[in-house]
């Protein structure tokens, strides 16, 4: 089977080769000597390679730790697809027109050799360490945040100090003679996870974007040939991950830099599993050679202060800055979970302005947009723009809910640790599969549902857990994890394995993830069908819901371990509020009814005012007669307070004159000041009130309806709004007639029939006072609450590059009753706004309140 992957020296007579048959597109280079001599080959690859370097390029380096043989493979795999296919494919050509590629196939040569012959487990170089140890972990020994360690058995030791091996020294020299080098991608195995490089901050990067749209668009490639979707994940806490990488040295002279973790295995059966990771990363890897020269001095500058102007149920304003310039465009991409790809697909808007209003978009759902900048003349574009992103308000129905399991409520249970379990809760992961230490092993959540009313009708659910680190949490391409509604009535503990084990399920939730979508980095999220739905609805009866999640509970031969860990926001470990296990809720309530008598109702003719009759038609001079209705809104609840979510004029008719002309009467919603013939003739109509009765239909049926349009819905509540009654008129449409009258019942049965919902329309009052200060190196908020009885709490934001002018435009740091909060995760020194809105039990958010924190000691 090993024979299947190349040597080292296979490698080297494979570019000789390459050189031989490719002269002007290929040139070979060796960059330095290992230890035990040999070469440390490095390739550029280029259309005219001998200018190579005046070209942006990306660096491509692999197989750092020895025992990781994919770089190796995928490195030389790549140099000959590019050298086979660049004649016969133009996006090829035109990559390699502008950019260059810069690849290290194999950076430790001495240690893959031994991987290969003699122990295949070997992830160091081979350096004597005059101990009887040997070797130095190539990936520690770089020198941004190099850590000295003692220990020169451990497979992780960084060397006597940064750049003490001839492998780091050799990268070290090439990348700091390189300016051109924009891109640098590092291949290691395993876990198909992206490390884009951070700097140990729980806070945006700058090029925090770009780093992410790097890796999703490469995922975007990686789908299209297997299916699988990659991690994508910065190093949320622990924050000290690693120290001394190549990444971070790379990162630290400005280029864009990502580990990319490639299979579940180390060495891997080559057919079976190799290949596939190949064919997947060829195409990833092109697209991002040609990005190569989009973070090049030669691009655009980057948009300043991207920011959502507005936002509705179902609109969104978007603005920014850019200097005045003719040849620059801009393009928009849209997504609605974070992490995805921007690529033609998702593209909503190219345009020269610095504004733009997406439209047709869904209530109560969150967006996110993307933007770079592009020169007309070259089409080279700019790196993106830190994101923005927002919720699009609720539809006027709607209320939403988002819930957090309590600590004690959430946790996970293992199968060898029953004595423990109760100690897996509120702390740090949830693991959730099988291993040979833990057994099976299931999360388990309960949520509190007391805050949302018992009929409630779900309209929309989704339930959401964070995936974690899972190179430690090994995933195979087997499996699926899936959340189960538990019966509450079969169990008593949460704790307990033997209850959880043995838990009757109401019903397994259709969506599951299969392992290879189950991505570190990128929210999952299981979303409810109806029939789900029924069943949570149902669960409302308990003011409470348990979920049991559940992944595989065996293991096939040789194998250890299908381990998935899910963050849960609380612990040392976990990575807060912003990453707690939660339900989104979206619902409305059954609504109410309230029927309204005609206050006043008059025939008005061209002679006389006839109060308490309801009578329309003509006179015997073709002159129409108006019938009226006026009611009062007063005995429906407060306007603010109130939805009305349909409603209806009733009328009876009683009698009617015999015609065979097609006479239609309508119901019309009338702004008249006075009751009289002539200020019905000089009124102002609001709207038609539903459609048109016929002559046909006053014979037929007695009673009829004329029902609201949104229009005139909204007009309803306006005048609701200023306590004037509304008024309507009947009337023929026909003319030519003379003596014809419909009469009407007048008494109770004129009605105005209203569906509404106890809902405000607007929210409480903003907090004041907000102020900014420092309490023992963390930045701490505080601010008055408003005094309202509908106050529910506040909702405090942070984003590093603007005012954060929507509640989900950056990291949450608070929500709740309080007034203050410390941000817990935040870099003190580092620049940055916050934003605090004030909600009720809608939730309706008020307009932020901002504050700007200039860091400290800045
Ligand atoms: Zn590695």
Not at 330 to 345: D, L
Not at 725 to 747: A, G, M, Q, Y
Request: charged share 25%; with cysteine; hydrophobic share 30%.
């Amino acid at each position: 089977m090993k024979q299947q992957y190349k040597s080292y020296q296979q490698t080297c007579d494979f570019l000789e080769n390459c050189v031989n048959k490719y002269p002007d597109i290929i040139k070979i280079e060796s960059i330095g000597k290992t230890w035990e001599n040999r070469d440390i080959m490095l390739a550029t690859i280029s259309l005219d390679v001998q200018h190579a370097d005046l070209k942006p390029a990306m660096l491509y380096t692999g197989t750092v730790h020895a025992r990781e043989w994919i770089g190796n493979e995928l490195g030389v795999a790549f140099i000959d697809y590019i050298l086979e296919n660049h004649l016969s494919n133009p996006s090829i050509q035109q990559t390699l027109t502008n950019n260059t590629l810069y690849i290290v196939p194999c950076l430790n040569p001495d240690g893959f050799e031994y991987s290969r012959t003699h122990f295949s487990f070997w992830r160091k170089n081979r350096r004597d360490n005059g101990n009887g140890t040997f070797g130095v972990d190539l990936n520690r020994n770089f020198s941004v945040g190099y850590q000295k360690s003692q220990d020169t058995s451990s497979n992780v030791h960084s060397g006597p100090h940064p750049f003490s091996e001839p492998e780091t020294t050799a990268m070290k020299n090439f990348v700091d003679n390189h300016e051109n080098i924009t891109i640098a991608l590092d291949y290691h195995s395993q876990g198909n996870v992206f490390f884009p490089a951070h700097k140990f901050n729980h806070e945006s990067e700058y090029n925090g974007t770009a780093l992410n749209t790097i890796c999703a668009n490469m995922n975007h490639e990686i789908h299209k040939v297997t299916g699988r979707k990659y991690g994508i994940h910065r190093g949320k806490p622990p924050t000290k991950l690693i120290s001394g990488s190549g990444r971070e040295y790379y990162y630290s002279k400005g280029i864009i830099a990502i580990v990319v973790e490639v299979g579940t295995r180390n060495i891997p059966d080559f057919m079976q599993n190799m290949q596939e990771s190949i064919d997947e990363n060829i195409p990833a890897l092109l697209r991002t050679l040609s990005e190569a020269q989009n973070h090049s001095k030669k691009a655009p500058h980057t948009i300043d202060k991207f920011c959502i102007d507005r936002c509705t149920q179902n609109e969104i304003s978007l603005s920014w800055d850019y200097p005045d310039t003719k040849e620059i465009y801009f393009e928009i991409y849209r997504n609605i979970e974070n992490k995805r790809s921007c690529t033609e697909k998702n593209l909503v808007c190219q345009t020269y302005n610095r504004s733009f209003t997406d439209v047709q978009l869904k209530s109560n759902t969150p967006y996110y947009y993307y933007i770079r900048a592009v020169n007309n003349a070259t089409k080279i574009k700019s790196p993106f723009a830190p994101k923005t992103k927002a919720k699009t308000a609720l539809d006027f129905n709607e209320f939403s809910k988002t819930l957090f399991p309590k600590p004690n409520d959430v946790g996970y249970v293992a199968q060898k640790m029953k004595e423990t379990n109760l100690k897996h809760f509120g702390i740090n992961s949830l693991f959730i599969g099988v291993n040979k230490s833990k057994g099976k092993s299931y999360g388990v959540m309960k949520y509190d549902l007391s805050g949302i009313p018992q009929n409630a009708i779900i309209k929309d659910i989704s339930i959401s857990l964070y995936p974690l680190n899972r190179v430690n949490a090994k995933i195979e391409k087997f499996g699926e994890w899936k959340i189960s509604f538990v019966d509450q009535d079969s169990i008593s503990e949460l704790t307990d394995f033997d209850q959880i084990d043995n838990a009757i399920h109401i019903e397994t939730l259709g969506a599951s993830i299969p392992s290879e979508k189950l991505t570190q980095g990128i929210w999952s999220h299981w979303i409810l069908n109806e029939s789900e739905k029924k069943i949570f609805q149902e669960q409302l009866q308990h003011q409470s819901v348990v979920f049991k999640i559940h992944g595989p509970t065996t293991l096939p031969d040789g194998r250890d371990s299908q381990m998935m860990m899910f963050d849960l926001g609380y612990g040392k470990f976990g990575g807060g509020l912003h990453y707690r296990p939660n339900i989104d809720i979206t619902y409305t309530m059954p609504p109410k009814t309230k029927e309204i008598v005609a206050t006043t109702t008059a025939s008005i003719s061209n002679e006389n005012v006839n109060y308490d009759e309801l009578i329309c038609g003509f006179d015997q001079d073709n002159n129409k007669i108006y019938g009226l209705m006026e009611f009062d809104l007063s005995s429906l609840p407060e306007h603010d307070k109130t939805v009305i979510t349909d409603c209806y004029i009733q009328i009876k008719n009683k009698s009617a004159s015999k015609t065979k002309q097609d006479i239609r009467y309508n119901v019309e919603f009338a702004d008249i000041e006075e009751i009289s013939y002539k200020s019905i003739q000089h009124r102002d109509r609001i709207e038609f009130i539903g459609y048109e009765v016929s002559h046909t239909d006053i014979s037929s049926r007695k009673t009829h309806k004329f029902i609201f349009d949104k229009y005139s819905t909204i007009a309803l509540e306006d005048l609701h709004n200023k306590n004037i009654n509304p008024r309507f008129i009947i009337k023929p449409t026909s003319s030519n007639i003379k003596n014809h009258l419909v009469k009407w019942h007048n008494d109770t049965a004129v009605k105005l029939i209203v569906n509404y919902i106890d809902k405000r329309n607007h929210p409480v009052n903003t907090i004041t006072r907000l102020e900014v200060s420092e309490q023992k190196g963390k930045v701490k908020l505080t601010w008055d609450n408003p005094k309202d009885k509908d106050f529910k709490g506040v909702y405090v934001v942070r984003n590093r590059f603007h005012i954060p002018t929507n509640p989900l435009d950056g990291d949450k740091i608070y929500a709740g009753t309080d007034n203050y909060t410390l941000d817990d995760f935040g870099n003190p020194f580092i620049c940055k706004y916050y934003s605090v809105f004030t909600y009720d039990n809608v939730p309706n958010y008020s307009k932020p309140i901002s504050i700007k924190f200039e860091g400290l000691g800045i």
